[in-house]
């Protein structure tokens, strides 16, 4: 067969298609499906045949070429001019990504840092344990830090951490805060014109979680009266 | 002030990051910031007309001296390692990033057809790529965007010099 | 070479330590050191005569591009405003009181594994951390929380748009 080993340099079934397109000189518009989709499913032999591992994105295309192929065989009626060519998603597609492709080569060819100019590198032997600048870290080296520190402790102690739980923290925070200031705060002020049935439920359980936590106390004068809400230890 | 330029030359060579001019006004307070800008361009140029081996480089909201691109083979020899570059993987996922964000991860796969988790991740690993916020979508997916050292890196003063993608309208043609 | 002087200006530039003839001839293998000598006193002429902020050091055996001793006071200035930087210590405590808010000091040496002082103490100098309250029982523990400005530093709206651990095991290990 006449086919290198090339396959490994694709970036996935789009990037296959765009190949086969240009090597058949093919028009993106009008993409002979039938010789397209033999192509491409002897490519996937070519792949499962060396044993490489045919990734399901391939396959996942490969039915969709198949899917394209029948609906084109299908007689057109004259009464449905406004059905799209089962065809035009593909070729949006295919368009979509070469333009991100060539963005990719683009970005390419700029003076890049490091490899093409540089700047002049500080030895920080002076700064204790790596320190890194604070407005240049991500929250993404926070969640990796923590999850270092999680992986090296028997995890079974932990919850996952979820959404929910930290908008829980969200409302401990507005609510402690608030006490700092005011001192005493009622059970309605703190819910305020709040008509957001998820912000009420949060409301009401950081103030379950914060007598929990013994961080205040609660009181009510009579039933159905009033509940003010004090900081448990004066600060 | 007489030596107003030889300051600024100063603190841009000593800069670790682009240092931006209104950072150079807190230092310098006695110059206004159009002086500074000025001084900075007259600066540019001057390095530029004497063909020396450095440049001053208009990066990510501020400048920096560094070598110009054509030093390359020789400070890569003087440096003796070799750059670290990119996959062809890690730019596609890097320039939908860039021109599309902020975005979720599902819409860069869906634009590239594959599976996105490894490029991503290494991606943020070299802080390329940061978490921008969550999307106000059911499941609230996490949304993606580029950082302040990509435009460091890619020699981008800010986000809109990157050159338009070329447009997809011509489909309708 | 007609380039010779900007490859050894760029080479000068990059050096953190004062670089010798013999070894840029080294790297500059079809320049003589004769000739290279003669460039870098050339150079080193120029930045005089154009009174530059920068000068070419002759020192320790080697040659260095160096800040002007003139510049010392702004060279100090701009030291003094150095970016806020954080150790890695101080990383995983912080990332310790964000996801387990509100939290104990205690708690956090429990998870972490060593006493944590003085990391918390430069958290909460550095206003990323604050103390929510005090807990009602014996000992009477400060309980900490995040503040809203460890919200701007990560580009966070709220405590929620943090990443799950499972968001980023999603994204392969």
Not at chain 1, 23 to 43: H, S, V
């Amino acid at each position: 067969m006449g086919y290198e080993i090339k396959l490994d340099i694709f970036e996935g079934p789009l990037d296959l298609l765009l190949y086969l397109i240009k090597k058949n000189e093919i028009d993106i518009y009008n993409i002979p499906i039938a010789i397209i989709t033999e192509q491409y499913l002897e490519y996937i032999d070519v792949m499962k045949s060396l044993n490489l591992d045919v990734a399901g994105e391939y396959l996942v295309m490969a039915a969709t070429l198949i899917h394209i192929k029948s609906k084109m065989l299908l007689p057109v009626h004259d009464d449905t001019e406004d059905e799209e060519d089962p065809r035009e998603a593909l070729a949006r597609q295919l368009l979509e990504y070469q333009a991100f492709k060539e963005a990719a080569l683009n970005l390419d060819t700029r003076d890049i840092l490091g490899r093409d100019v540089f700047k002049r590198e500080y030895d920080h032997e002076d700064e204790v344990d790596n320190e890194r600048i604070l407005d240049e870290m991500s929250v993404f080296e926070l969640v990796e830090a923590f999850r270092t520190i999680i992986a090296s402790i028997k995890s079974d102690e932990f919850i996952e951490i979820d959404i929910e739980r930290m908008s829980l923290s969200d409302k401990i925070n507005e609510i402690m805060e608030r006490l700092t200031i005011e001192k005493v705060v009622t059970f309605s002020e703190l819910l305020g014109p709040l008509n957001d049935k998820i912000q009420i439920i949060y409301t009401f359980l950081a103030l379950l979680e914060l007598v929990k936590l013994r961080l205040i106390e609660a009181y009510q004068s009579e039933p159905f009266g009033t509940i003010r809400i004090f900081l448990a230890v004066k600060q | 002030m007489d030596n107003l330029k030889a300051i600024i030359e100063g603190i841009v060579f000593l800069s670790e990051t682009p240092i931006s001019v209104k950072k150079l006004r807190e230092i310098i307070v006695d110059a206004e910031e159009q002086e500074i800008l000025k001084v900075l361009h007259q600066l540019k140029q001057e390095y530029d007309e004497r063909q020396s081996g450095l440049y001053v480089a208009e990066v990510a909201g501020g400048y920096q001296l560094r070598t110009r691109d054509t030093l390359g083979p020789w400070i890569k020899k003087f440096r003796g390692i070799k750059p670290v570059t990119l996959s062809q993987a890690a730019m596609e996922t890097l320039a939908v990033v860039a021109y599309r964000q902020p975005i979720m991860k599902a819409e860069i796969e869906k634009i590239r057809g594959v599976d996105v988790s490894g490029t991503l991740k290494g991606l943020l690993e070299k802080n390329l790529v940061r978490v921008v916020g969550r999307k106000d979508v059911p499941g609230r997916p996490i949304i993606y965007g580029t950082t302040k050292k990509f435009l460091e890196v890619f020699n981008l003063r800010d986000l809109s010099e990157l050159p338009t993608l070329r447009e997809l309208k011509e489909l309708g043609d």
